[in-house]
């Protein structure tokens, strides 16, 4: 079982990014998914979440109009659309499956991909 994280990079401020998960070993088009985000020398925090459906999705405040989740549940895959990025926004992106509170984490981490916002 395993979620594969991809997508990451170094992007100016004010770029865009578009994050993906591939899920192996494992279906997760029943599942509530979403990302998680570390940034150095801090917890891992919620960013996004998303429906078994897709119909509802959930976002932190500080994405909240810049960010987009979506998920294409044929190919068990997630997707995380950056826009309007922020330094503040550097950090190693997680995704995972949720209960269905949409903000506990179910699997173990994987490796995330790393986003770095600078100039």
């Known amino acids: 079982v395993q979620l594969v994280e991809s997508g990451g990079g170094l992007v100016q401020p004010g770029g865009s990014l578009r994050l993906s998960c591939a899920a192996s070993?494992?279906?997760?088009?029943?599942?509530?998914v979403g990302w998680y985000r570390q940034a150095p020398g801090k917890e891992r925090e919620f960013v996004a979440a998303?429906?078994?459906?897709?119909?509802?999705?959930y976002y932190a405040d500080d994405v909240k109009g810049r960010f987009t989740i979506s998920r294409v549940n044929a190919n068990d895959t997630i997707y995380l659309q950056m826009n309007a990025l922020k330094p503040e926004d550097t950090a190693v992106y997680f995704c995972?499956?949720?209960?269905?509170?949409?903000?506990?984490?179910?699997?173990?981490w994987g490796q995330g991909t790393q986003v770095t916002v600078s100039s």
């Open positions: 070993g494992i279906t997760i088009r029943n599942f509530a």
């Open positions: 995972n499956v949720f209960r269905p509170d949409l903000r506990t984490p179910v699997l173990n």
């Open positions: 998303v429906s078994w459906s897709g119909t509802s999705t």
